[in-house]
């Protein structure tokens, strides 16, 4: 009897050291893994996305448009151009009932929202007022996203020129859709 416990007992601590050992040999070395600046600069805009588009919530109905949801993308191309996609569907009960039609301005205050937090409209006649410009996009990108040590003013500035964005705004009609696109800091997307 004794014996037979001596046996399981050396039988389990051999199971148990083989597995321990296999465990180690599984181990993987992270310090020699590095994350490519491609990679880095998608995750950097898509953290920042993430934290602000709930901007584009704020104020819909009284000032702005009611989206029922916004979607968005960030690829870098072989060309080295980053386009960041976005997705507004128009609230369905809001809009099916109410005669608003998506606009040009629109796709413009959904980037306003997210990268300035200003409209760049004027309330009452929905006319461009110059609040959000080059400058304050470029500005914020500069220090929210491309804060980054290894790059230089010249390669930010290359970064910022080399990204485009793509908006399209979903209406519950599918007819009135509309799409728009252009460079990032452009005062106006076409």
Excluded: W
């Amino acid at each position: 009897m004794k014996m037979k416990i001596k046996k399981y007992f050396l039988l389990i601590s051999f199971i148990f050291f083989l597995k321990i050992d296999y465990i180690k040999s599984q181990e993987i070395d992270l310090d020699e893994k590095y994350i490519t600046l491609k990679d880095f600069i998608i995750l950097k805009y898509d953290l920042f996305l993430k934290d602000n588009i709930s901007e584009v919530f704020k104020g819909a109905g009284v000032f702005g448009v009611v989206y029922q949801e916004i979607n968005y993308d960030v690829k870098i191309k072989d060309d080295n151009t980053i386009s960041i996609s976005i997705r507004g569907v128009m609230d369905k009960k809001r809009y099916k009932s109410k005669r608003y039609y998506p606009k040009l301005s629109d796709c413009n205050i959904i980037r306003n929202r997210i990268f300035t937090k200003k409209y760049g409209y004027s309330f009452f006649k929905q006319s461009l007022n110059y609040s959000v410009n080059e400058e304050n996009i470029s500005n914020t990108i500069n220090n929210k996203i491309l804060n980054i040590s290894a790059l230089d003013k010249k390669l930010k500035k290359n970064i910022i020129d080399n990204t485009v964005i793509n908006i399209e705004l979903i209406h519950p009609k599918t007819e009135k859709n509309i799409k728009c696109s252009g460079r990032i800091i452009s005062t106006e997307l076409q």
